[in-house]
């Protein structure tokens, strides 16, 4: 009892007030409210990110490919991109897209085919098969973002979706693109 089911004894997470308080002991120039704001999005992230794992794995599809099929639906119909866009936009590089192409080609997600109009450029466009997954990705994701989010009023969604745009904006500014 109490272990994890690969049998390993659970590492027990401190709180955001316990680790920042970790934090100010060992480097006391912190500021705990900067720090509290960062560790929460942070550990909202990872946690996230597990859960939206849990569904695309739940669903046959890995969070890599739902990515690609995102990023086709992002392009508007007819859901079509070069790889070397697809690549570019996800920041990976053209070898690793030509294996993810290749997995979710196979999966019947997406079809590579020659543009027609130039020989040289390859096309991948997004398959019934994989708008299928895409949507019911979107409905499991959907579900998972009204329950974190119902503690929250309308307004306060707003005005936290307004805030951390602002914070996301202020990160895109000071890095280069992926």
């Known amino acids: 009892m109490g272990d994890t089911p690969d049998g390993a004894t659970p590492v027990h997470e401190p709180s955001l007030d316990e680790q920042i308080a970790v934090y100010q002991r060992e480097f006391q ?5 900067v720090e509290k ?13 597990v859960a939206y794992g849990r ?22 119909a007819p859901y079509r991109m070069g790889p ?10 053209p070898a690793a897209m030509t ?18 109009s ?4 390859v096309i991948v466009e997004l398959t019934d098969e994989g708008r299928s997954k895409w949507l019911d990705a979107m409905r499991a994701a959907t579900v998972f973002e009204e329950d974190l989010l119902q503690d929250l009023s309308t307004a306060e969604r707003g005005v936290l979706g307004d805030m951390l745009t ?6 895109e500014d000071l ?4």
């Open 175 to 178: 890095q280069s693109p992926a």
């Open 55 to 76: 569904q695309t794995a739940a669903l046959g599809i890995s969070n890599a490919e739902w990515e690609v099929l995102k990023a086709l639906v992002i392009s508007g």
């Open 166 to 171: 602002r914070l996301l904006d202020r990160v």
């Open 84 to 93: 070397s866009e697809l690549a570019k936009q996800l920041g990976l590089t």
């Open 118 to 121: 130039n020989r040289v450029r």
């Open 29 to 33: 120039d912190l500021d705990p409210q």
């Open 37 to 49: 704001v960062v560790s929460a999005l942070s550990r909202l992230n990872r946690r996230m990110n």
């Open 99 to 116: 294996h993810r192409i290749d997995r979710m080609t196979a999966e019947g997600l997406v079809t590579r085919e020659r543009d027609e």
